[in-house]
């Protein structure tokens, strides 16, 4: 079956503190890795994708990684305005078309 | 700025009730999709649309029908609401066949009583 896991569910930084958020995943035939940060009260907002395992996505504090497995949110000294709920989804091919599956997302809190 | 808009930000209904949630993109997409959103359980397909009047189920269609008349516009219907349908609801578009990129609505959250 066809699953996408997060780690931590929760996560609580000091500001600066680096961290690494988790996804892990299961699905035959891979399309597409995708990450989303989701602000309170809003919906999910495009952040990286990736395509191959090896390949990396930077956007200011933010590197997302891939692996055959797995993919990595590293976050480098961050700051308050971080603090949000970060979902990973795979794409994958559902017999007759392609399908975005969604982890359950790891909330993150930067404090000052 | 592209745009998707969602037309109530909180709604509050009866069990039984017929619930219409509306959904307006302007950015000429060919996709929209239906997501519900619950806790510990990530986003979940409802619905999702290729073209106009043109519908498929997601993971999980039971109690919900969509409709599509006009390119822009993706209509969830609940026919009988049912506490079990308290959740948030998002609708989102994309450019491609399989949402690559999507773009949210902010999201109804539903409450059925």
């Known amino acids: 079956e066809d699953q996408v896991t997060q780690s931590p569910e929760a996560l609580r930084l000091q500001e600066g503190e680096s961290s690494s958020l988790n996804c892990s995943y299961t699905v035959s035939g891979l399309r597409g890795l995708f990450w989303y940060r989701q602000d309170p009260g809003k919906g999910p907002e495009f952040l990286f994708t990736l395509y191959s395992a090896g390949e990396e996505k930077e956007k200011e504090r933010l590197k997302a990684t891939l692996t055959k497995k797995e993919s990595f949110l590293h976050i480098t000294a961050p700051k308050p305005e971080d603090s949000a709920t970060y979902l990973c989804a795979v794409q994958a091919w559902a017999g007759g078309y392609n399908k975005l599956i969604f982890g359950a997302g790891t909330r993150l809190a930067v404090h000052p | 700025d592209v745009k998707v808009t969602q037309s109530s930000r909180y709604l509050v209904k009866r069990t039984g009730e017929k619930v219409f949630l509306e959904c307006v993109q302007d950015?000429?997409?060919?996709?929209m999709f239906w997501y519900r959103q619950d806790p510990g359980l990530g986003l979940r397909l409802i619905y999702f649309s290729y073209d106009v009047k043109m519908k498929e189920k997601g993971d999980i269609p039971e109690g919900y029908s969509v409709s599509r008349e006009k390119k822009e516009r993706f209509s969830l219907i609940l026919e009988s609401a049912s506490t079990n349908q308290t959740s948030m609801y998002l609708c989102a578009s994309s450019e491609g066949t399989g949402g690559e990129k999507l773009f949210f609505g902010s999201g109804t959250q539903l409450s059925v009583l």
């Open positions: 950015m000429d997409h060919e996709n």
